[in-house]
């Protein structure tokens, strides 16, 4: 009985994975990223975005190896638990839902701002409260259900991406690409560092659903690898078709003003096509799906997250509950919302991301870590994938992950300070409940 409050059901298969994958990021390619053209330039952002690529690559090569190994709800947690012992598996848990809890409110505010456009009577935070609500109830309601609505809205938002980097391409400019590329120096390259995450954040939530795929060792690496090549290709044209059109500053200041925006496509659109053509107008509309698609699939895996949390008493055993109906996590749902909605009044989307990025960044970290642990003392572990050239891509992923960590330290002291105090908070309640 008690198995039964705590068990997923598998229903899951490679395409279904693929388009979780790519949902969980493709956000990033709307909004979020062009924020790093303020603090890098486009040398910056560019440069701090190669190293990037690097870390996820081999990262997740690596993370499907443990993935495939242990295809349990909990991602890192269970496999930091199994390699490096409780308290390392309290920290990559930690780390991990505060990564997949602070993503989707700067992905809320982003559809309000969006949404706002077209209804501009409602308040941006209504909207992006009202978003909370729907999507939390859609992933109660049974994850088939919800893994088939992500893949539809993933494969618009790609269709959407690529049409726009087609129509931008028409325009593009070479010369545009060294306009003021480089405008604070190499120092802001560093700063450039989380928004070029930003990019690629939440793509390891594919482990979290390992226990809801069929066939997990075969189809967790078909579903990793065939995301992270689409969402490579995604950045790279995202990134030169928008830029090229007339420089940087055109999609990180609206006309007029000096606020950065959070729709930086809409801003490259209407310098070539104009506010009033139905091309721009298209782009918006369909924007909104590529939001709504890492929004809805972030939720569903920092649900899991969270469950596993629970499952093992590492915070309330509330959240550790599966519904006898639906089989879904209701409680880690529920949980997860509120946070993020608190998170979401702040009005803070820059400083929201950061936080998610340096919770990415410790989840690399300590990942990475837990590899080399289990390659050592659980060599008789079956592994039906194994990362290609070991130790390289877990130590390249592990060395990369590290300086962006103290880079980001440096340049976001009193972020990276209420990171670990959250961190903190939790150790508490993880001994507490440990007790």
Known sequence: MNQEKTELKRTLGPFMLWGLGVGYVISGMYFGWN?????????????????????????TFSYTEMACA???AGGAFDYARLGLGKNWGFLAGMAQSIEFIFAPPAIAAAIGAYFNVFFPEIGVTTIAIT??????????SGV????????IITIIAVAELLLFSGVSFTEFNFDNLSQNALPNGWGGAFAAIPFAIWFFLAIEGVAN???EAKNPQRNILIGFGSALLTLVILCLLTFTSSIGVDGWET????PGSTEPSDSPLPLALAKIVGESNILYHLLITVGLFGLVASFHGII???????LELGRERYVTPFVGKVHPKTKTPVNALIVNMGIGILALLTGKTGEIITIACFGALTLYIVSMIAFFALRKNHADLERPF???LFPYFPAIALVIAVNAMVAMSIYNVELMLIFWGLVGFGYVSFRWYQR
């Open 386 to 388: 194994r990362v290609p």
């Open 209 to 211: 659903v390992a226990e």
């Open 35 to 59: 924020l790093g053209l303020a603090e890098g330039g486009t040398l910056g952002l560019a440069v701090a975005t190669f190293f990037i690529i690097i870390m996820y690559v081999t990262f």
């Open 70 to 72: 242990i295809p349990k």
């Open 300 to 306: 569903l895996a920092a649900g899991r997250s969270t």
């Open 251 to 254: 999609i990180v200041y609206p």
């Open 131 to 140: 978003a909370y609500l729907i999507f939390t109830a859609i992933n109660i």
């Open 144 to 151: 088939k259900f919800a893994a088939y609505f992500e893949l």
